[in-house]
C-alpha cells in the first residue's frame, strides 16, 4: 500500500505506557494487513493468488471480509469501483486501505483511547477533540496546489477520506470501462468509519460527477468534490462541517 | 493558540512506513517543561522486530532502545545537540528534504529544507456550489489545521527523509 499512518492522542487518555502499547499494536495490525494485501509485496496473499499459487475459496476470512465489502460496493456502483485491475487480477486496495485504518482506529477505541486523529496515508479517522470544546480540523488537500486546502471541515467521531488524481495505487480507473477514471479531480467523503469513506471516495471518483449525489443519497455520507474542470460538487451536509478560521471561539 | 501545551497535552505522533518493515520505535519530548512525548516508528527495509515503545521493556530490537522518561527531568545534563540532513525525495509534488535534530538519543527538532511549492494555479471554484457555500468553503482554508485527507505523497517522501537523516547516524 506504501502509506504512512501518524496517530495523534490527545487527552484525556490512558497511561503514556498504555497508550504507547495501544499504537504498537494498532500498527502492527497496519503492518499485518499490509503483508497479506499488497500487491507490491510478492509473498503476500493477494499476490500468491494472482501468481496462480492457492485458491479463492481457501482465502484468510480477512480476505474474503474485504472481498466481500469491495463486491457489493462494485454492485452498487454498476461496476465503477472494483477489486480488479484491468488485466484481471485481484487488487483490493480500494477496500483495504480504508478498512485496515478502521480496524487500527477500532483497536484504540478498545483500547480506551478516546481522543485520537488517525491518518493513513490521508485517510483520516478522527474521535473526540484535539483540546476542550474543538473538533479535529482536517484540511482537504486541494489537487492543485498542496499548499493551500481545497476546504477545512471539522470532525468529530467520523472519518474523512479523499480520492484524487494525484493519489498512488492502481485502483483509481473506471471499472466500468476499464480507462482512467475522468472528470473528477478529487472526491472527499466523510462517513462515520473509514471503510465507508475510502471505498466511497475511491467509487465517486471512478464515476465521476454523477456519483457524488449518488453517493449521498445511497449512503447517507457528505461529499464534497472537485470537477478537472475547477467546479466545486457537494452532496450531503458539507456546510455544516466546514471549519470557521480564525481564533477559537 | 498555545493553550494546548499549556494544558500540558500528551502528544503521540507516530510514523510508520507500510511498505516494509517497522525497524524503530523511539520515543521523545518535544519539550523538557511539558509532558508531551512523542513516538516515532522508522521504516527501511532491512530487518523487522517488535517496536518498543518508551518505557518498555528491552526486547530483540537490533539496536540500543534508548529509555526515555515521558516527562524528562530539567536536571538532565543536556548532550550537545547535533543536526543531520536527510536525503532529498522526490513525490508527485516536487522534493522533499529534511534535517533532523538530535540531542542526545532524543529528536528536538525536524525542519523542512525542500517541500513542494505548488504550481501557483490557484483554484477555480464552484461554479454548481452556491456563492455562499462558495464562500464558506473559501473562508474555512484559513482555519488552522490538525490533519490533511489526501495527504499521501508528500507525508511518505517526509518521513522517508527523516528516517534516512537517522539512518546517518545510526540513531
Redesign the interface.
Known amino acids: ?11 484525556p ?1 490512558p497511561s ?2 498504555a ?3 495501544a ?2 499494536q494498532a ?2 495490525l ?2 499485518a494487513d ?1 503483508r497479506r494485501f ?1 500487491t ?1 509485496r510478492a509473498d503476500s496473499e493477494v499476490s500468491r493468488l494472482n501468481a496462480g499459487l492457492g485458491d479463492l475459496a481457501d482465502a484468510s476470512p480477512e480476505l474474503r471480509e474485504v472481498l466481500a465489502l469491495g463486491h457489493r460496493l462494485e454492485a452498487s456502483s454498476g461496476g465503477a469501483f472494483t477489486c480488479r485491475d484491468p488485466a484481471g487480477l485481484l487488487d483490493p486496495s480500494g477496500v483495504v486501505k480504508g478498512w485496515s485504518g478502521q480496524r487500527a482506529a477500532d483497536l484504540l477505541l478498545g483500547r480506551g483511547v478516546r481522543n485520537f ?1 488517525l ?1 493513513a ?4 479517522v ?1 474521535h473526540g477533540g ?2 476542550p470544546g474543538r473538533d ?7 489537487p ?11 470532525v468529530r467521531d467520523q472519518a ?5 488524481g ?3 495505487g492502481g485502483h483509481l480507473w473506471d471499472g466500468r470501462s476499464g480507462e482512467p477514471a475522468r472528470g473528477l479531480a ?1 472526491v ?1 467523503v466523510v462517513a462515520p468509519d473509514l471503510t465507508t469513506a475510502d471505498m466511497l471516495a475511491t467509487a465517486v471518483y471512478a464515476l465521476g460527477p454523477d456519483g457524488v449525489a449518488w453517493a449521498a443519497e445511497s449512503f447517507a455520507v457528505d461529499v ?1 468534490a ?1 470537477t478537472e474542470s ?5 452532496g450531503g451536509d ?2 455544516s462541517l ?7 471561539a | 493558540m498555545t493553550s494546548r501545551k499549556k494544558q500540558g497535552a500528551l502528544l503521540y505522533l507516530a510514523i510508520m512506513g507500510a511498505t516494509s518493515a517497522v525497524v524503530g520505535f523511539r520515543a521523545y519530548a518535544a519539550e523538557p517543561a511539558q509532558s508531551a512525548a512523542s513516538v516515532v516508528a522508522a521504516n527501511p527495509a532491512t530487518t523487522s522486530h517488535t517496536p518498543r515503545a518508551a518505557g518498555g521493556s528491552s526486547g530483540s530490537s537490533p539496536r540500543p532502545t534508548p529509555s526515555h522518561p515521558s516527562r524528562p527531568k530539567a536536571s538532565a545534563a543536556p548532550a550537545k545537540p547535533r543536526t543531520v540532513t536527510g536525503k532529498v525525495v522526490q513525490t508527485h509534488y516536487g522534493p522533499v528534504q529534511v534535517s533532523v535534530t538530535v540531542t542526545g538519543t532524543r529528536i528536538t527538532d525536524v525542519a523542512a529544507l525542500q517541500t513542494p511549492s505548488g504550481d501557483g494555479h490557484s483554484m477555480q471554484l464552484a461554479r454548481r456550489a452556491t456563492p455562499t457555500l462558495r464562500q464558506e468553503v473559501l473562508a474555512s482554508q484559513s482555519a488552522q489545521i490538525d490533519t490533511v485527507s489526501g495527504a499521501t505523497y508528500t507525508s511518505q517522501g517526509y518521513a522517508q527523509s527523516v528516517q534516512s537523516a537517522l539512518d546517518s547516524i545510526g540513531f
Open positions: 500500500m506504501g502509506t504512512v499512518m501518524s496517530v495523534d492522542v490527545r487527552p487518555a503514556p505506557e497508550v504507547a502499547d499504537l504498537e500498527f502492527a497496519l503492518a499490509d499488497s507490491y486523529c491518518n496515508g490521508g485517510d483520516v478522527a484535539p483540546e479535529w480540523h482536517v484540511g482537504v488537500r486541494s492543485s496546489d498542496p499548499s493551500i486546502p481545497l476546504a477545512v471541515l471539522a474523512v477520506a479523499t480520492s484524487g494525484y493519489e498512488r478529487s472527499t464534497l472537485l475547477g467546479e466545486l460538487l457537494t458539507v456546510r466546514l471549519a470557521r478560521s480564525g481564533p477559537r
